[in-house]
């Protein structure tokens, strides 16, 4: 499967997990908003019925008559059977519940002649929603059978529209002209609150969700680019070792046949022919286990006072007697002394100079610079006027394998390689406690500095350790 349709894949499945997540929160919401509403009306019956009770005990006191008792009586409507042995039906019920609510509401608005303060029923009703949990900005007003605001605690503008949750309309008069009303004026809060561990799980999950779902879509876009790198790192390695293989075969037959055995010099030349590319398998091999070594730092160095020069004179005659390109080699060298391992020096060198050959054109400039900074680092630079580096491929050209590209390039008949070379630079520095550094524009230069630490600090470090 292509990575664009795993991509496409995890993005509708994001998109499906998300729906359901919607449609789960809405569903929820709008369950929560009837409870809330449910709630709120019964405790309103339960707030206003209290109000007229405290209506009741207001009159006694202002009236110094708190031990006077007072009956009212009324009658039920004749529909409801007086019949002891039958058991109230819930409607039946809840008719005798109104019936009696209506009757004292008239009967303490009629005997006192005291109406309904809704201010006094705010209160309470606020009192009673924050008791179960609901802790709400609450308005209670009177209204008429249509729903018409008579008079409200709160500025009749506030309680229009729709963004207020309301209660049932509760009658107070037989003559159902005058029912009472509670609004919760932050019905949102109130549903959110009560929703707040419900959301934060829900949050909490999609993030997982989405966590997980790309990490996993990084894994496989890794493991498909390491797929990728061993086809052409393997590429490459064919590539590279087929050649020396090939001339080495072939010097072994003719040297077998006999033919030059009247001709000694050229005899001689297939003998160096066969003995360099053999080296140069040998050094290919050896670059690779030395890098294993280096990454799980089992490699140990000997370092000492290597004297610069006589490393890169030679260095310079043997890849100028090599390479078919006119090639200047620039000397700069205001230090002639670094502490490091001298074979491991010249290996990550001879790599610097072979990549200035091998991405530059037909004439070559090479630089080499050395100088000693004032905390007593030693830095070499080796520096070309060849192709460049662009700067998308800066950050990645000392990764491991990066040049398995190079396989592309290969075909293509460009420069091929496994790929080691600059992570092997770039391993031996960090073995140095050193670092290398780039500075390269595209089609005008490169330059690559190795910075060795002086031989004090290294022995502090090997000491903390």
């Not at 042995?85 to 109104?98: D, G, L, N, V, W």
């Not at 998308?392 to 396989?407: L, P, V």
């Amino acid at each position: 499967m292509k990575m664009k349709h795993i991509r496409w894949i995890a993005v509708v499945g994001l998109i499906a997990i998300v729906e359901l997540q919607y449609v789960w929160l809405v569903n929820t919401y709008k369950l929560t908003r009837e409870n809330v509403m449910r709630q709120s009306h019964e405790l309103f019956k339960d707030a206003a019925l209290k109000e007229a009770f405290d209506r009741i005990g207001l009159w006694k006191e202002l009236h110094g008559k708190k031990d006077s008792t007072y009956t009212y009586r009324f009658d039920l409507n004749e529909d409801v059977e007086d019949d002891e042995t039958q058991t109230p039906t819930p409607e039946t019920r809840q008719f005798i519940e109104s019936a009696v609510f209506i009757a004292i509401q008239e009967g303490v608005s009629n005997t006192f002649k005291m109406d309904v303060s809704l201010h006094n029923l705010d209160s309470i009703y606020a009192h009673m929603l924050d008791s179960v949990g609901i802790s709400a900005k609450v308005s209670t007003c009177m209204t008429d059978s249509l729903g018409n605001v008579l008079r409200a605690s709160s500025p009749q503008a506030k309680l229009e529209g729709q963004k207020y949750l309301r209660t049932r309309l509760v009658p107070i008069n037989r003559a159902y002209t005058r029912y009472l009303q509670g609004v919760i004026l932050n019905p949102y809060w109130v549903i959110f609150q009560r929703m707040t561990l419900l959301l934060i799980a829900t949050v909490l999950i999609m993030v997982l969700v989405i966590i997980c779902i790309v990490y996993q879509i990084r894994v496989i876009i890794r493991q498909d680019k390491i797929a990728k790198v061993r086809e052409d790192f393997s590429y490459a390695m064919i590539h590279d070792m087929k050649t020396p293989l090939s001339s080495i075969l072939m010097g072994t037959e003719i040297l077998e046949s006999g033919r030059l055995d009247g001709q000694p010099e050229k005899k001689e030349r297939y003998f160096r022919i066969v003995k360099e590319e053999g080296e140069h398998l040998l050094a290919l091999t050896n670059k690779v286990l030395t890098l294993s070594k280096l990454e799980n730092h089992a490699l140990k160095l000997q370092q000492t006072d290597c004297l610069l020069r006589p490393i890169l004179e030679d260095l310079a005659e043997k890849y100028k007697a090599k390479t078919a390109k006119q090639v200047a080699f620039v000397w700069n060298l205001q230090e002639e002394v670094v502490w490091a391992d001298e074979e491991f020096l010249r290996e990550a060198l001879s790599n610097l100079i072979d990549n200035a050959l091998k991405y530059s054109g037909e004439a070559v400039e090479i630089t080499f610079l050395s100088e000693r900074k004032a905390d007593g680092t030693v830095c070499v630079t080796v520096a070309d006027n060849g192709f460049g580096i662009p700067l998308k491929d800066q950050r990645k050209i000392f990764e491991k394998y990066e040049r398995a590209a190079a396989s592309e390039r290969s075909r293509s008949g460009g420069a091929s390689g496994f790929g080691l070379g600059l992570n092997y630079v770039l391993r031996i520095m960090e073995a140095h406690g050193g670092r290398v550094t780039l500075e390269s524009m595209e089609g005008e230069y490169s330059r690559f500095t190795l910075a060795f630490p002086p031989e004090s600090a290294l022995e502090n470090k090997k000491e903390e350790r």
